[in-house]
């Protein structure tokens, strides 16, 4: 069956689950059960902190607060996608126009199956990664064998949480338990697709870069020479700047979101490089550094698409003007010639992403981060 979207089923699931897809009639309900939820996540989490803030396990109070950030900054997510349900419309609403005028020529069709089939391994991929590193992340808990009877311990719990109730049974320990795990999976289903969707909507537009290399291409053609150049050029300009415009959306939609991005994981960086060294030397450290570690690769992961996403994105458009430059505008008429150095001029000045406006997503920004992430395990190991 052809494929009509880029967007695939299990990207529109996710995005139904967190009442962020258009037109559903459950979307208040949605919207409503995680904004409970997760505030009721929080409060246990902050419940934990006051009561165990005297502690001496350092270890549990970071682990707290890194998923306690880890709900607040999904929450912040799906709340600004609430507020701008309609620009994700009118970039979803662009998407499906690119789809039906793809539909008029076979190669624009390809190319733009091999995006979504691309997008298709790509929000697969990031769904399975959360689930796996979740149920890595918990399932040992819950296979645990803990006495609920005995006071003298504290029962585990999926995240470190304090829940406002008594908990006597065996039977209610493990309903709590798999209520935490299934609800923490869900979430990191939140924020794994959050950030697929990003590649996803850059993917689309690199498709629809290429369609326009197509176009450049076929400008001064055998074919083309009976039609007029006008018509063809008027068409190229007129995708050049929808591209811009839903690359504009795009950044508009996701640059508080980097902004929120980067800030928590600067922070969960740090936190979790703390554990990981404050672990070493402890007779649980296999434990607890394994537990970081899960933390520290997601968060790396959610940094590095972000950075790739706004690499990609850079890179994409500045070969618009290497491809007006390629055609034979030597062979065109002055007036024509000129249109494409407008074309070329425009796209000297780049598509980006920003985190909040203030600087633009790229690898070189990722590859900061990691430096400044090495240089500060290298400060604690010399200081331990």
Known sequence: MMRKSTINRTTKFALILF????????????????AVTITIVLLCHYLYFLTH?????????????????????????????????RLFDEILAMMAEDWNDCAKSDIEMHEAVNKAKMSNRIANAMMTLHTVVVLF????????????????????????AEVPFSI????????????????????????????????????????????????LTKL????????????????IIQKHQKIIYFAKNIESLYTFIAFIQFISNIVMICLI??????????????????????????????????????????????????????????????????????????SQKQLTLTVGKMTDLSL????????SAGSYLSVLLAMQ
């Open 19 to 34: 009442g962020i897809w258009p037109n559903i009639s459950c979307v208040m309900f949605c919207r409503i059960f995680w």
């Open 53 to 85: 803030y005297h502690s001496d396990d350092i270890f549990d109070l970071m682990d707290c607060f890194s998923s306690f950030l880890g709900f607040l900054k999904l929450m912040i997510k799906c709340v600004f996608f609430w507020l701008n349900q």
């Open 137 to 160: 992340y918990g399932i040992g808990i819950i296979l645990a064998n803990v006495d609920v009877t005995d006071r003298t311990i504290q029962l585990p719990h999926i995240y470190k």
């Open 168 to 215: 006597n049974t065996q039977y209610t320990y493990k309903v709590v338990l798999i209520v935490e795990l299934i609800h923490l999976i869900m979430s990191s289903w939140g924020l794994g697709i959050l950030n697929a969707l990003l590649l996803i909507l850059i993917l689309h537009v690199g498709g629809q870069i290429n369609i326009l290399h197509c176009w």
């Open 220 to 235: 001064i053609s055998k074919e083309n020479k009976c039609k007029s150049i006008t018509i063809m050029l008027r068409k």
């Open 273 to 346: 490089g703390f554990l990981l060294i404050t672990a070493l030397g402890n007779p649980d450290a296999t434990e607890k550094i394994v537990r970081a570690i899960s933390y520290y690769s997601v968060t790396n992961i959610e940094a590095f698409i972000f950075c790739y996403a706004g690499e990609y994105l850079i890179n994409k458009s500045r070969t618009i003007g290497l491809a007006a430059y390629n055609t034979a505008w030597y062979d065109l008429e002055p007036e024509y010639s000129r249109i494409l150095l407008f074309i070329m001029l425009r």
């Open 364 to 371: 070189q920004c990722f590859a900061s981060i990691m430096n």
